[in-house]
């Protein structure tokens, strides 16, 4: 997938730059999805992140109908995605 390609290049983000626009960010799906993919390309950064002042709401949100569940971030996600 060509979004994941480009998270994948985003190796030098600010941890501090990025924890202000998640905690500015009004879609949950959004938050949760660009979590997933920072954790699953392995940035540094990620793990600098508080998490625990992320607003991720509650509940299910799905990018696709019909797709791989990742219970971390209660996602459903399109399989060419979850399977990288």
């Known amino acids: 997938m060509k979004y994941y390609q480009i998270m994948e290049g985003l190796t030098t983000l600010r941890p501090?730059?990025?924890?202000?626009?998640?905690?500015?960010?009004?879609?949950?799906?959004?938050k949760r999805l660009?979590?997933?993919?920072?954790?699953?390309?392995?940035?540094?950064?990620?793990k600098r992140l508080d998490h625990a002042k992320l607003d991720l709401g509650k509940g299910t949100r799905s990018?696709?109908?019909g797709g791989v569940y990742v219970e971390k971030?209660?996602?459903?996600l399109p399989e060419e995605l979850v399977k990288l």
């Not at 501090?16 to 959004?30: F, K, N, P, T």
């Not at 660009?34 to 990620?46: C, S, V």
């Open 63 to 65: 990018i696709v109908k």
């Open 73 to 76: 971030y209660a996602l459903n």
């Open 34 to 46: 660009f979590l997933y993919m920072a954790e699953k390309a392995g940035h540094d950064w990620y």
């Open 16 to 30: 501090g730059v990025v924890q202000d626009l998640l905690e500015q960010c009004r879609s949950i799906r959004v």
